[in-house]
């Protein structure tokens, strides 16, 4: 009696394989769950638990606490003293980062890898130490014979000093990623220098130029350092983040709170609004 052995069937390798392919996917899941449930975590010790506490502490008198707080006069000229100098900040660093981002990058000139690293040098110096080095230049005893003490415009300046490399590294890495064929092509058919930056670079950098720009909104709405100095300790020179800072000093951290609290809600804003007009442009692109 003779015994048939059946042959093996081409679909036993592919159901080996696709029994391995699931196992990997179940282990990458269990790896991939674990590394997000880390990422929230760290996220929240570091950034949503502490500014979920300092909202909670802007509202321990309740909302008409914390409204009593923020419509201060001094709380409201704080405040639009820091908007209307960020918002200025965020406009003159658009303009100013995309000049120089397209000078390091478009412009070979000696020392460009110099200036590459000055620009980088607000991000690494404490900021009251840009405070004292801008007070140095534009204080009482100015060099230059500029004397800014006091003024908004040493607001500006100081926000300028140190907000600069957002824009600059925003737009900086995108101009170095564009085809300039479409450029050169423009170039042979007539257009000018200035229409094709105008018509064919400048659309491909707004993403850039205004994600910079919010950032540099954003980080000045925050200042303290490098404007406690130039400023003077002058009330009319006093930006959110210092009448918080002095509210601490006299131990009213519900008032100290809510003007964080303000700061925060307007940085948000701006960051989401610019989220949203970016996702509609992708998607009408």
């Avoid at 990997?24 to 506490?53: F, H, K, N, Q, T």
């Avoid at 406690?228 to 800072?245: E, F, N, P, W």
């Amino acid at each position: 009696m003779s015994t048939v052995v059946e042959p093996a069937t081409a679909a036993s390798p592919a159901r080996t394989r696709a029994a391995r392919d699931a196992s990997g996917a179940a282990r990458l899941g269990v790896g991939s769950g674990l590394g997000l449930g880390m990422a929230v975590l760290w996220l929240s010790l570091l950034v949503l638990i502490p500014l979920a506490a300092v909202v909670a502490r802007g509202f321990t008198g309740g909302w008409n606490g914390f409204w009593d707080n923020i419509t201060d006069p001094s709380a409201v000229r704080a405040l639009r003293l820091t908007v209307v100098s960020s918002l200025l900040v965020a406009a003159i660093n658009a303009v100013m980062g995309t000049l120089l981002a397209w000078v390091l990058v478009r412009d070979p000139f000696p020392g460009r890898r110099l200036v590459d690293l000055i620009i980088d040098i607000p991000f690494a110096l404490p900021t009251i130490v840009a405070g004292l080095v801008l007070l140095a230049v534009y204080g009482t005893d100015s060099p230059v014979g500029i004397h800014l003490l006091g003024t908004q415009r040493a607001i500006v300046l100081g926000l300028l000093f140190v907000t600069l490399p957002f824009a600059v590294r925003s737009v900086q890495p995108v101009l170095m990623a564009l085809d300039t064929e479409v450029e050169q092509a423009a170039a042979c058919l007539g257009a000018s220098p200035f229409t094709i930056f105008r018509r064919v670079v400048l659309p491909l950098l707004l993403p850039a130029i205004a994600s910079g720009a919010t950032l540099a909104f954003a980080r000045a709405m925050g200042e303290y350092g490098s404007v406690l100095l130039i400023s003077g300790g002058l009330s009319r020179t006093k930006v959110s983040s210092m009448y918080a800072y002095q509210k601490i000093e006299n131990f009213d951290f519900p008032a100290a709170a809510a003007t964080a609290t303000v700061l925060l809600a307007v940085s948000l804003l701006v960051i989401v609004g610019l989220d949203l007009l970016q996702r509609a442009a992708a998607r009408r692109g």
